[in-house]
């Protein structure tokens, strides 16, 4: 694990319900943080497969820009609790973007789907939407992908466990995150707030027709997916170099 780690650590300083009922506030012990339970919809069956950016402020990961010039749309659409949302990004997007990360856009988006009451059904049921609120809430509060894609990095490599205590303590020490702040983001407004990020994120991969986990994108059409343990939907192939090319193209196409 520390191995795998230090390849997060060691990046350069780039620019990384039944309905819903909200019956009642369950408290979690995250290291000193407690997280709101919202009873979610385990949407098992209503998606299919595993459904199951950086920053010296050069690039914002919520999809908008602060580098002047064009950047190449990248996103990475996920879900917290999948073993190929944690394969897709070791094997191809970390890497790309340790590559070629001044001249994306990138963005991390969720999968999901609504339900009553202005909820969210989560495959893998509230543990799982609740990883997704606590990746969003880090990215919202870091903007720096070297910490936000580190600490989702960090958490993915332990999927199942998420959202367990020692596991979200661990990572947010090792990139430097205020638990309590992040507890304060996912809490907010009773649970509102976080709980509204998540909704805004899967709307976006909602208005993408994505479904699976992890499907990449690049410049607003599907790039490859990664199901099922394997590399799907790839023509232009699923190797680092291949991603980087098809960036570096697009890059000096609109430069």
């Known amino acids: 694990m520390d191995e795998k780690r230090s390849a997060v650590r060691d990046m350069p300083n780039i620019h990384i319900p039944s309905r819903l009922r909200r019956t009642r506030i369950l408290v979690i012990a995250l ?10 919809h385990n949407g098992s069956g209503l998606l299919s497969g595993c459904y ?10 919520a999809g908008a820009t602060t580098k002047p010039g ?25 890497p790309v973007m340790q590559k070629i990360h ?34 969003l809430c880090a990215r919202e509060l870091y903007p720096d992908p070297k910490t936000n894609l580190g600490f989702v ?10 959202p367990d205590r020692t596991l979200v303590e661990d990572c947010a020490l ?8 992040l507890n304060e983001c996912a809490t907010r407004d ?21 479904t699976l986990s992890c499907t990449v994108r690049l410049d607003n059409e599907i790039y490859c997916i990664r199901d099922g343990g394997e590399w799907v939907d ?10 980087v090319i098809a960036i570096e193209k697009l890059y000096h196409r609109h430069s």
Not at 71 to 86: F, G, M, N, Q
Not at 122 to 134: V, Y
Not at 176 to 181: H, L, P, T, V
Not at 238 to 243: I, R, T
Request: aromatic residues 6%.
């Open 70 to 94: 064009y950047l190449v749309p990248l996103e990475a659409h996920i879900i917290s609790k999948c073993p190929d949302t944690r394969d897709a990004m070791r094997q191809l997007v970390l």
């Open 234 to 243: 790839c023509p232009h192939g699923a190797g680092v170099n291949d991603l």
């Open 190 to 210: 009773d649970g509102a707030h976080g709980l509204g990020l998540l909704r805004a994120s899967v709307q976006r991969t909602s208005d993408a027709n994505v």
């Open 174 to 181: 090792e990139h430097a995150i205020d638990i309590q702040k």
């Open 52 to 61: 199951h950016g950086l920053s010296d402020n050069k690039l914002a990961t």
């Open 102 to 135: 001044d001249k994306v856009n990138f963005t991390l988006s969720y999968i999901g789907s609504p339900a009553p009451d202005d909820g969210i059904n989560c495959k893998h049921g509230p543990s799982e939407c609740m990883g997704n609120i606590i990746e």
């Open 31 to 40: 290291a000193l943080i407690s997280v709101v339970y919202f009873s979610f």
């Open 153 to 162: 990095m960090c958490l993915t490599k332990e999927y199942q466990s998420i």
